[in-house]
Nanobody, 119 residues
Framework: EVQLVESGGGLVQAGGSLKLECAGT????????IAWFRQAPGKEREGVAC????????FYPESAKGRFSISSDSAKRTAYLQMNNLKPEDTAVYYC????????????WGQGIQVTVSS
């Protein structure tokens, strides 16, 4: 059974940083694509970062470039999302996702974790 478990969320002031973690089990971690999505209240889910574990390539939408950074440690079966200079509009539930090949159409989803940025 595939499991993706997020941790590291919480409340942070605007301008602060958070690092989310995603522990993956039940699949061949180093052959999968791992991404982070988020969903703010009243908005659609959007992808914010992606990494292909086979070669370490990363992908970001324009809205996340420069402030968000994704990384992965296959030995620990854990992916990370470093978020800097957070803004109130970054408030959302953040999801870790996994897929065999795709960044933005994942097969597996974590439960999600709340990130709240206060102004």
């Amino acid at each position: 059974e595939v499991q993706l478990v997020e941790s590291g969320g919480g409340l942070v002031q605007a301008g602060g940083s958070l690092k989310l973690e995603c522990a993956g089990t039940g699949f061949t971690f180093d052959r999968y694509v791992i991404a982070w999505f988020r969903q703010a209240p009243g908005k659609e889910r959007e992808g914010v970062a992606c990494i292909t574990n086979k070669d370490g390539k990363t992908f970001y939408p324009e809205s996340a470039k420069g402030r968000f950074s994704i990384s992965s440690d296959s030995a620990k079966r854990t992916a990370y999302l470093q978020m800097n200079n957070l803004k109130p509009e970054d408030t959302a539930v953040y999801y870790c996702v996994a897929d065999r090949a795709l960044c933005w159409g994942p097969e597996y989803w974590g439960q999600g974790i709340q990130v709240t940025v206060s102004s």
